[in-house]
Nanobody
Framework: QVQLVESGGGLVQAGGSLRLSCAAS????????MGWFRQAPGKEREFVAA????????DYADAVKGRFTISRDNAKNTVYLQMNTVKPEDTAVYYC?????????????WGQGTQVTVSS
């Protein structure tokens, strides 16, 4: 089992910045990649960004490319999401998640989520 705790959400004005953190504990040696997802009211959860744990290879949704940056600190078992030039449409609950293996794209463990609200 891997436990995840997100932090850093809040209220920010459009054009501003926010940094989310997600600390992992438990069987962290089983982490292949970590990702950020978000879910806005009335919408399905969507992929935001991901990073592989060993090589640091990153992937982003088109909607956030050039504005958001995912990074990780292996020593702290923590992944970050730096959100710059935020837009009202970035308002959502943001979740971090763990993918345990290269061979499956499924994310096995999820955090409780942190609310991000962007005011116009």
């Amino acid at each position: 089992q891997v436990q995840l705790v997100e932090s850093g959400g809040g209220l920010v004005q459009a054009g501003g910045s926010l940094r989310l953190s997600c600390a992992a504990s438990g069987r962290t040696f089983s982490i292949y990649a970590m990702g950020w997802f978000r879910q806005a009211p009335g919408k399905e959860r969507e992929f935001v960004a991901a990073i592989t744990w060993s090589s640091g290879t990153t992937d982003y949704a088109d909607a956030v490319k050039g504005r958001f940056t995912i990074s990780r600190d292996n020593a702290k078992n923590t992944v970050y999401l730096q959100m710059n030039t935020v837009k009202p449409e970035d308002t959502a609950v943001y979740y971090c998640a763990v993918r345990s293996t290269y061979y499956s794209s499924q994310y096995d463990y999820w955090g409780q989520g942190t609310q991000v609200t962007v005011s116009s």
